[in-house]
């Protein structure tokens, strides 16, 4: 958690009636809790700026996140939403750690994991309605664009505590270099192979190929 200006490459921009709104706005609020929760335990106090960015890498060289610390969070208090969400791309994921010298950060750092199983029933929500309507249209996950039958997949193991293949023949999923077959049944991989930045990277991508598909917002 920093209070810092951050880089960004771009931003992902989520309207209200998106796809995503609804999960990437619940996600954010709960970030925001224990995020501010967090410093105020540490260091006595919570965000003073007036954008506080929680910054988050992921296992790619060249993709991390700038998530927004303020906003949503204010609005549910008030039982709003924002009409915008704005997740930026961070320009150098590398330098993530640079500036991140105050106690305060040095001592928060480690609730990362616990977004990692907070943003799991969060995914779950999101991929399984549309789950239901691939199925309905395209059959099983095989016939499916790569990244959905990986979202499939990361969706089960989530709501099984790992990889839940049931067929020895079944085909590997793969997405951005993580692959996983009937071999890998049972393994983890929420907060092992995918934290909060895999996941929404997963999200973002699985919401493009719905695009391409022209999928109903559900």
Known sequence: MVD??????????IRRGDRLFEPINHALITI?????????IVGGRTHKTAQPVFRTATRWPDLGF??????PLELALKNQKPDLIEIGVLTDPKKIEEPLKNPIVAQTTGFELVLSYTMAPLFIMYFERYSVWLKAKYGQGHNWPSVLDFARVVRNAAAHGGIDFRNPGVRDVKWRGLTYGYKDKGRPIIGTDLHIGEMLALMFDSN???????????
């Open 66 to 71: 700038a998530i927004p610390l303020r906003g």
């Open 4 to 13: 810092n200006p951050v880089e960004v490459s771009h931003k992902h921009q």
């Open 32 to 40: 925001s809790s224990i995020a501010h929760a967090a410093s105020l």
């Open 208 to 218: 493009e190929a719905l695009d391409a598909l022209k999928a109903p917002v559900l």
